[in-house]
T-cell receptor
Framework: NAGVMQNPRHLVRRRGQEARLRCSPMKGHSHVYWYRQLPEEGLKFMVYLQKENIIDESGMPKERFSAEFPKEGPSILRIQQVVRGDSAAYFC?????????????FGQGTRLTVV | LAKTTQPISMDSYEGQEVNITCSHNNIATNDYITWYQQFPSQGPRFIIQGYKTKVTNEVASLFIPADRKSSTLSLPRVSLSDTAVYYCLVGGVDSNYQLIWGAGTKLIIKP
């Protein structure tokens, strides 16, 4: 049973381009969570999705950022018109039920560098 | 959402027992305490979770006093591979995905 898969592991974009980050949850998991991590800091919640639904996007910047989790395929975090400040590690986690008492599993992250 | 306070960094040596304490003075009645480990360039990995008293698994022990305002992660006989950042998180079942992650404790194990 493969773990949470994120790709690409590293992504370089020029300012103004679009970045697409993909996350395939663990088999059987229908809840996906996206986080951003800056160097030497902890993770910051961005968005929580279930299949085809955004449950909580309170941590998402209002502009340029969007997320989806279609019925088929991976969850996608999209950042439009990237700026240098978007450079960070983006992690996704998945769980089988709501709540972290059931232990969510994290992917290895995508490191986005905006040049 | 309860905020936590941990030491920024700790050093220890191989074979020693390491205890990392976390303060969470405003923990709520329904909150659990969860610890994660993160290696460089990796996602966080669940270590242990508890509500009160003591919890032990194959990796670590978690000690929680009666007032639950702090908790201590205990790593027995550490090795070099335990060098990582350790995060203490506090939250309830319904909001755990929004847990506030501090900077964690950077643990360095020396030979």
């Amino acid at each position: 049973n493969a773990g949470v898969m994120q790709n690409p592991r590293h992504l370089v974009r020029r300012r103004g381009q679009e970045a697409r980050l993909r996350c395939s949850p663990m088999k059987g998991h229908s809840h996906v969570y996206w986080y951003r991590q800056l160097p030497e800091e902890g993770l910051k919640f961005m968005v929580y999705l279930q299949k085809e639904n955004i449950i909580d996007e309170s941590g998402m910047p209002k502009e340029r950022f969007s997320a989806e989790f279609p019925k088929e395929g991976p969850s996608i975090l999209r950042i439009q018109q990237v700026v240098r400040g978007d450079s960070a590690a983006y992690f996704c986690a998945s769980s089988s039920t709501l709540g972290w008492d059931t232990e969510a599993f994290f992917g290895q992250g995508t490191r986005l560098t905006v040049v | 959402l309860a905020k936590t306070t941990q030491p920024i960094s700790m050093d220890s040596y191989e074979g020693q027992e390491v205890n990392i304490t976390c303060s969470h003075n405003n923990i709520a009645t329904n909150d659990y305490i969860t610890w994660y480990q993160q290696f460089p360039s990796q996602g966080p990995r669940f270590i242990i979770q508890g509500y009160k008293t003591k919890v032990t698994n194959e990796v670590a022990s978690l000690f929680i006093p009666a007032d639950r305002k702090s908790s201590t992660l205990s790593l027995p006989r550490v090795s070099l591979s335990d060098t990582a950042v350790y995060y203490c998180l506090v939250g309830g079942v319904d909001s755990n995905y929004q847990l506030i992650w501090g900077a964690g404790t950077k643990l360095i194990i020396k030979p």
